[in-house]
């Protein structure tokens, strides 16, 4: 017996919404993932363009469903944010 689960070194959401440096957001995910704590990590969009570099604190796996929060530790903008999607993108 066996459990399904993805290990994520990136945290992909739908939502564009603004996001401020220092702030903590919530994010809900179809399917068991585990990411891991406390270590900067890459936030992309659903288009695989590079938002931000934050921190997931915290997750929860449920049947079919990880829930948690993570802080925005930088906004990517310029030339970092046109590389780093490139790299996403190539890298889908």
């Known amino acids: 017996m066996g459990f399904?689960?993805?290990?994520?070194?990136?945290?992909?959401?739908?939502?564009n919404s603004s996001l401020e440096v220092g702030?903590?957001?919530?994010?809900?995910?179809?399917?068991?993932?585990?990411?891991?704590?406390?270590?900067?990590?890459?936030?992309?969009?659903?288009?695989?363009?590079?938002?931000?570099?934050?921190?997931?604190?915290?997750?929860?796996?449920?049947k079919d469903e990880t829930t948690g929060k993570f802080r925005v530790l930088k906004i990517y903008e310029g030339e970092e944010k046109t590389i780093l999607t490139a790299y996403w993108i190539e890298n889908q």
Request: charged share 25%.
């Open 23 to 62: 702030k903590t957001y919530k994010f809900s995910k179809i399917g068991n993932r585990n990411f891991p704590l406390d270590t900067p990590i890459d936030l992309i969009n659903s288009k695989r363009e590079a938002i931000a570099k934050i921190s997931v604190l915290e997750f929860t796996n449920k």
């Open 4 to 15: 399904p689960i993805k290990f994520n070194w990136v945290l992909k959401i739908n939502q």
